[in-house]
């Protein structure tokens, strides 16, 4: 598989889930383990652009395909990706565990509807939890990234 642009062989158990090839074999700890029930989103990966919850992904279905986790968003000289940027100018986040897997679903969410209402980010973003900031803030957060820049 091609995680983060960057070829990835390993050979694992067969059970072994995608979010704990991430974080153990390939050393990615961004992509969080919280309920290994899809219920929290905080392990959220794009696979082929698409946001999975890598709790419930074998590793061995993502042979072949692409993984792109929060660590990848960045470019190579380490400018934020603009969904993280706006996360940052509108404090979309408090503790920090929910972030990456909320981010990785608004990049999802813009790719497939770069300009998403308020009721539609809410919606597109219902199966990521985040216990801290009432989500005020993160939906801000994602429109303030579908508008292309960060407000003050």
Do not use: W
């Not at 990966?45 to 929060?70: E, F, M, P, Y």
């Not at 986040?93 to 497939?112: K, R």
């Not at 199966?127 to 803030?137: D, K």
Request: hydrophobic share 35%; charged share 15%; aromatic share 2%.
């Amino acid at each position: 598989m091609t995680v983060n642009g960057k070829t990835v062989d390993a050979e694992v158990p067969d059970r072994t889930l995608l979010v704990h090839l991430l974080r153990d074999v390939v050393g990615l700890t961004a992509t969080n383990v919280g309920c290994d029930t899809t219920s929290c989103g905080a392990c959220t990966v794009l696979l082929d652009g698409q946001s999975v919850k890598s709790c419930t992904v074998l590793a061995a279905q993502a042979d072949g395909h692409q993984v792109t986790t929060v660590e990848g968003l960045a470019n190579g000289d380490g400018e934020m990706h603009p969904v993280q940027r706006a996360f940052h100018a509108e404090h979309g986040l408090q503790c920090g565990f929910c972030t990456p897997g909320m981010v990785m679903a608004a990049v999802s969410l813009l790719a497939e509807n770069p300009r998403p209402t308020e009721e539609q980010v809410r919606t597109g973003l219902e199966g990521n939890l985040c216990r801290c900031t009432g989500y005020h803030n993160i939906v801000r957060a994602v429109l303030a990234a579908a508008e292309g820049g960060d407000s003050q």
